[in-house]
């Protein structure tokens, strides 16, 4: 893997973790790529430009008005320089001023000027991404093709413990691959993709759902898209950005998951079926919220709801290729070797969800991929490694391999 030819602009930003992007800049020097660094002043109380001059081997810009060393418009140089726009750390205080067009320093104005793809990767105290106009800005951003990486969770330096620490390097620097040099076995490709639980309601504020977090769905659309492939996200709700590439279909109940099954399936080539949809779904639903009737119980009256995965099965076409996923608490083998008959699936994902690693709303998870030929365990691995493990395998049954 060579990234020569290729031109990395980054932007610093001010915060504590400026001094990870000299490892990020060398990674990329050693790929081959070309850096151009952009600092802001903040970004400069952290790390000096001469670092960054060094490792790089190029000047740092700080400064929309210093003189250049050749005559051109520096920030719109940069700007069509770029191969990819990387902003590493990505402060609150950048991501509002691109969300909001603002251009008053030489970064501000460097990004707002490129063609080029922007990757950020965020990092600031967990209240700060997680106030309601960072998550704004971040929707925004994402609606307008913006790239996040990250932020991770954990112990962060301003002594809290949460979201916003930095993305490592190594990560940064696989997106920015990804992003450069992307894979595109899967152009041409419709896929279909589910995620996340369903709410079956009660009466007007209450309902029954389940814990599922819709991650691994979510990293597979994200895959997908990235690989080529036209990418129809069917999702329940849940708190995740839609990934960039994907059409999303918002779904509430079994019933609705079922009727955009039939309305999506018929035109796909590969169709991935990782929500948690709802077995059972209240027999009737109170007009009114249901109030407390002295000391008696109330008593629920549950009907099953339909089987999504098996009339998707029954719709099946020739050349089409169907995948669904068994997260299981026991006999997880066994159910899933069942499901994968009688719901006339190509290859069935399972996983025990009372395993450390692959439980619900963590980013990892422990697989085994269950096909008409046998099974394959995956080690503990991050759900977006999973992903694209699993789309490799599914384009090999495709092939016949």
């Given at each position: 893997?060579?990234?020569?030819?290729?031109?990395?602009?980054?932007?610093?930003?001010?915060?504590?973790?400026?001094?990870?992007?000299?490892?990020?800049?060398?990674?990329?020097?050693?790929?081959?790529?070309?850096?151009?660094?952009?600092?802001?002043?903040?970004?400069?109380?952290?790390?000096?430009?001469?670092?960054?001059?060094?490792?790089?081997?190029?000047?740092?810009?700080?400064?929309?008005?210093?003189?250049?060393?050749?005559?051109?418009?520096?920030?719109?140089?940069?700007a069509k320089r770029a191969d990819v726009f990387v902003i590493a750390p990505a402060t609150a205080n950048i991501l509002a001023k691109m969300a909001h067009?603002?251009?008053?320093?030489?970064?501000?104005?460097?990004?707002?000027?490129?063609?080029?793809?922007?990757?950020?990767?965020?990092?600031?105290?967990?209240?700060?991404?997680?106030?309601?106009?960072?998550?704004?800005?971040?929707?925004?951003?994402?609606?307008?093709?913006?790239?996040?990486?990250?932020?991770?969770?954990?112990?962060?330096?301003?002594?809290?413990?949460?979201?916003?620490?930095?993305?490592?390097?190594?990560?940064?620097?696989?997106?920015?691959?990804?992003?450069?040099?992307?894979?595109?076995?899967?152009?041409?490709?419709?896929?279909?993709?589910?995620?996340?639980?369903?709410?079956?309601?009660?009466?007007?504020?209450?309902?029954?759902?389940?814990?599922?977090?819709?991650?691994?769905?979510?990293?597979?659309?994200?895959?997908?898209?990235?690989?080529?492939?036209?990418?129809?996200?069917?999702?329940?709700?849940?708190?995740?950005?839609?990934?960039?590439?994907?059409?999303?279909?918002?779904?509430?109940?079994?019933?609705?998951?079922?009727?955009?099954?039939?309305?999506?399936?018929?035109?796909?080539?590969?169709?991935?079926?990782?929500?948690?949809?709802?077995?059972?779904?209240?027999?009737?639903?109170?007009?009114?919220?249901?109030?407390?009737?002295?000391?008696?119980?109330?008593?629920?009256?549950?009907r099953q709801t339909p089987d999504v995965a098996a009339h998707v099965g029954k719709m099946k076409r020739s050349g089409q290729t169907l995948v669904g996923f068994a997260a299981e608490?026991?006999?997880?083998?066994?159910?899933?070797?069942?499901?994968?008959?009688?719901?006339?699936?190509?290859?069935?994902?399972?996983?025990?969800?009372?395993?450390?690693?692959?439980?619900?709303?963590?980013?990892?998870?422990?697989?085994?991929?269950?096909?008409?030929?046998?099974?394959?365990?995956?080690?503990?691995?991050?759900?977006?490694?999973?992903?694209?493990?699993?789309?490799?395998?599914?384009?090999?049954?495709?092939?016949?391999?």
């Amino acid at each position: 893997m060579t990234l020569e030819g290729k031109n990395v602009v980054l932007g610093v930003t001010g915060g504590i973790a400026a001094y990870t992007a000299c490892e990020l800049t060398s990674r990329l020097r050693m790929a081959g790529a070309q850096v151009y660094v952009v600092m802001t002043k903040n970004a400069c109380q952290f790390v000096a430009p001469l670092t960054f001059e060094t490792l790089s081997n190029h000047p740092v810009v700080t400064d929309t008005f210093a003189r250049p060393s050749t005559w051109e418009v520096e920030h719109i140089a940069l700007a069509k320089r770029a191969d990819v726009f990387v902003i590493a750390p990505a402060t609150a205080n950048i991501l509002a001023k691109m969300a909001h067009g603002i251009a008053d320093d030489m970064l501000s104005t460097t990004v707002l000027a490129t063609r080029a793809p922007v990757l950020v990767a965020p990092a600031m105290n967990t209240g700060m991404w997680e106030n309601v106009a960072t998550r704004e800005n971040v929707k925004t951003l994402s609606a307008w093709g913006v790239r996040f990486i990250g932020p991770e969770g954990g112990f962060l330096a301003c002594g809290d413990t949460g979201a916003g620490r930095m993305s490592e390097p190594k990560q940064i620097f696989d997106a920015i691959v990804e992003t450069l040099l992307p894979r595109q076995d899967m152009q041409g490709l419709k896929v279909v993709v589910t995620a996340g639980p369903t709410v079956e309601k009660i009466d007007p504020v209450r309902y029954i759902s389940n814990r599922s977090s819709g991650k691994m769905g979510y990293a597979i659309a994200e895959a997908a898209a990235k690989r080529g492939a036209d990418v129809t996200l069917v999702t329940g709700p849940t708190r995740l950005e839609i990934p960039w590439g994907a059409k999303a279909v918002s779904i509430q109940s079994t019933q609705d998951l079922l009727e955009a099954m039939i309305t999506h399936c018929p035109q796909a080539d590969i169709v991935i079926q990782a929500a948690a949809p709802a077995d059972f779904t209240p027999a009737v639903v109170a007009d009114q919220k249901i109030k407390k009737q002295g000391d008696g119980d109330l008593v629920l009256t549950l009907r099953q709801t339909p089987d999504v995965a098996a009339h998707v099965g029954k719709m099946k076409r020739s050349g089409q290729t169907l995948v669904g996923f068994a997260a299981e608490t026991n006999d997880v083998l066994q159910n899933a070797e069942g499901k994968l008959t009688k719901k006339n699936l190509d290859m069935i994902v399972a996983n025990d969800v009372t395993a450390p690693g692959a439980g619900f709303d963590v980013d990892t998870n422990i697989v085994t991929f269950v096909t008409r030929n046998g099974m394959e365990t995956l080690p503990c691995l991050p759900k977006k490694q999973v992903a694209d493990e699993l789309l490799d395998r599914i384009m090999k049954l495709r092939k016949g391999n």
